[in-house]
């Protein structure tokens, strides 16, 4: 573990990335602190690949500055970022052996054998792979070989770390497995990562801060726990959480949301016909009809195992809340749904951004 | 299959074998046959309509001046060095042209060479040509004009214009070739045919490699990037091991055109550098050629016939294990 290796930042500068008329990144601005654990979040499409890439340097932006540390790497070709890159199916050299295949950055710089052959035993000790040296990628299992993609990447001690969904080719028990494995070698290494996902777990669990990326667009930028609590908008509001925050449609006057006759005292205040109201689904009750803030009838019952998810319809929409696992209300019946007032987000429904 | 379809399946199976072998057997037979036997009424089967004798086989590998063993070796050499050239070029002609995209636009490109062609074509002063250079200036000013934006060579523009010089029939390059060969004092060199059978195949080969290595660049090559290699050491490591059963196939292919090819060799070479094919045509039927032929010469031919077949055969044994190992799920 290398105790003095500085710790780089990366800077996007005003990034844009354009393949062909198809907008991709749009004014992309991001500062990754030295040594952070950065999640480049969002769906398809959204670009955040687009932008580990331009990082990497297998892409050029179409406009926009990309810096590491002090250089700025925007014309610089992938071998001289000084980065290390974990793809999502893992890009293993099929015709070499497990110790080949982590030793290759080292045999390309020209390391003495001896220098090389320990440095890949250490590596793979570092990912329990010492005995599979031998072996080559089609006779290993899936977790194997993302082991041995990230003793690859950590063989050359980079600066920037770079993981392109690396852990979506496993299976769900590997996953949370492997999870806390790149959680704890991160912050050994103390290497800045910059980690794509479109898996909002993985983003809540591993990062620093999260970026949340629609449509090439950065969302918002923050930790986990300001995401979830605090999103900046309705897409970050209802990406996070699951399940999804809820949505009442309604229009905001002074200080009161007003919806299908209810009126909820609003956490934000201002003029707005078109708004929405969002609360999530452990921030809502199941109450008797006259307790209830909003009045509907329960739509279905789903009992997930220790709480149960009631939906219920009210006048347009539709509210999750999370009961008790032993609550009994069958479909059809008229319950109230409470709400916790320090929980109440509301947005703007034509822009979709918070009004605070 | 119901019994009836199957016999007649089989025995379709076997009259169309025979069609196709049956020539190559009478070729192995004929080699084997003494000199009167081949004059004779057909014999189709050894020791019932002939006794088979192997004077011919003894003739074409010992006699002195004409040795099969000298033109095997020349055609083996100049055959699998000129497919190990051409496939290298090929497959980095290949990479070349699918992975380096180029931004300089068209006019920027044309314009220059255009002006350098012009100059024999107003030193010649000749009104044909320089109407027609002059027409075509005028296009280019036009597409500089409307200012074309995009990569000077596009992938299939340049693969295009490589499959047109294959197209070229190759009898129009052989005098051109012969001069050459005189001038340089490289006639019935190996060196020179190696060269030539390079240069014709080229285009082939990159034909065949381009659904195999063209396709954009894959992760491996990512990962190879990102991890500090060269281009070159990408494409000799990572890229060729990956694919080697197409290339493999391509280099077969390859060494088959230039094994079985003719017309260069009976052109460019005469004694030292001479290959199978013109050798057995021209120098073991000379006999044949001429009026009252030789008997013994359809004995030798067919000799030489069963050598210069063996590739083939021997290719197409590896082809078959290399494909049942596909089959097979080896990756």
């Not at chain 1, 959680?183 to 949340?212: C, N, P, S």
């Not at chain 2, 294959?166 to 004092?185: C, D, E, F, M, S």
Request: net charge neutral.
């Amino acid at each position: 573990m290398p105790a003095g290796s500085p710790k780089v930042p990366v800077k996007f500068d005003k990034v844009q990335k354009y393949f062909g008329p198809v907008k991709v990144l749009e004014q992309f601005d991001l500062d990754v602190a030295p040594g952070e654990f950065l999640v480049l979040l969002g769906a398809s499409g959204s670009g955040k690949t687009t932008a580990l890439r331009i990082l990497s340097g297998l892409e050029t932006a179409t406009a926009g500055r990309v810096v590491i540390g002090e250089r700025d790497v925007t014309n610089i070709l992938p071998k001289y970022r000084d980065v290390s890159m974990v793809f999502q199916s893992y890009a293993l050299y099929p015709h070499k052996t497990v110790a080949e295949n982590i030793g290759f950055p080292l045999k390309v710089r020209r390391v003495a054998k001896a220098e090389m052959d320990s440095a890949i035993r250490e590596a793979a000790a570092q990912v329990q792979l010492g005995e599979l040296l031998d072996r080559y990628p089609r006779e290993l299992s899936g977790g194997q070989r993302q082991r041995v993609a990230l003793a690859r990447a950590i063989i050359r001690r980079p600066s920037v770390f770079l993981m392109d969904e690396p852990l979506s080719n496993l299976d769900a028990k590997l996953r949370g497995y492997m999870r806390a494995e790149l959680k704890h070698m991160q912050q050994a290494f103390g290497i800045t990562t910059i980690y794509v996902t479109h898996d909002q777990i993985e983003a809540m669990t591993l990062a620093h801060r999260v970026a949340i990326l629609d449509k090439g667009v950065l969302q918002q930028l923050a930790t986990p726990a300001e995401i979830y609590n605090d999103p900046a908008n309705l897409f970050v509001a209802q990406f996070i959480g699951s399940p999804p925050m809820n949505i009442v449609r309604g229009s905001l006057e002074g200080r009161h949301f007003l919806t299908n006759g209810a009126r909820i005292d609003s956490p934000a205040g201002g003029q707005m016909d078109k708004a929405i109201l969002g609360v999530r689904p452990e921030d809502c009750a199941v109450v008797a009809p006259e307790d209830g803030v909003l009045k509907g009838v329960i739509y279905t019952t789903e009992l997930i195992g220790d709480h149960t998810l009631v939906t219920v319809e009210i006048g347009d929409d539709k509210l999750t809340v999370k009961a008790p696992k032993d609550i009994n209300g069958n479909q059809g019946d008229t319950v109230g749904v409470a709400l916790r007032r320090e929980h109440l987000y509301v947005f703007d429904a034509t822009t979709g951004q918070r009004i605070r | 299959m119901r019994p009836l379809a199957q016999a007649v399946t089989y025995a379709l199976l076997v009259v169309w074998s025979m069609v196709c072998l049956l020539p190559v057997y009478w070729v192995a037979i004929t080699s084997i046959k003494g000199i009167e036997d081949i004059d004779r009424p057909p014999g189709y089967l050894p020791f019932v309509d002939f006794m088979p004798s192997l004077h011919a086989w003894r003739f074409i590998l010992f006699e002195h001046n004409e040795n099969l063993v000298s033109r095997f070796v020349n055609s083996a050499l100049i055959g699998s060095i000129a497919t190990t050239l051409t496939v290298v070029v090929s497959g980095m002609a290949v990479y070349g042209i699918t992975r380096f995209h180029s931004t300089m636009r068209w006019s920027s490109l044309v314009g220059p060479l255009f002006l350098l062609g012009l100059v024999p074509v107003v030193v010649s002063a000749s009104g044909a040509i320089s109407l027609a250079a002059l027409l075509a200036l005028a296009g280019f000013a036009v597409a500089f004009v409307l200012r074309r934006r995009g990569p000077v060579i596009s992938v299939s523009g340049a693969t295009s214009m490589m499959l047109a010089i294959r197209v070229l029939p190759p009898v129009v390059l052989v005098l051109p070739l012969y001069v050459l060969a005189q001038a340089t004092g490289m006639r019935d060199t190996l060196v020179f045919m190696i060269l030539v059978y390079t240069a014709i195949n080229i285009p082939v080969a990159t034909w065949l490699l381009l659904p195999v290595l063209g396709s954009e660049a894959t992760e491996q090559e990512e990962a190879a990037q990102l991890d500090g290699a060269s281009h070159l050491r990408i494409f000799f490591t990572i890229l060729l091991p990956m694919v080697r059963a197409s290339v493999v196939a391509t280099g077969m292919i390859v060494f088959l055109l230039c094994w079985n090819e003719y017309l260069f060799a009976a052109y460019l070479t005469a004694d030292s550098a001479l290959t199978l094919p013109p050798w057995a045509v021209g120098q073991l039927s000379m006999k044949e050629a001429q009026v009252g032929g030789g008997a013994e010469e359809w004995a030798h031919l067919s000799a030489a016939t069963i050598v210069m077949m063996l590739p083939a055969l021997v290719f197409a044994a590896f082809a078959l294990k290399a494909l049942s190992r596909t089959v097979s799920g080896r990756s």
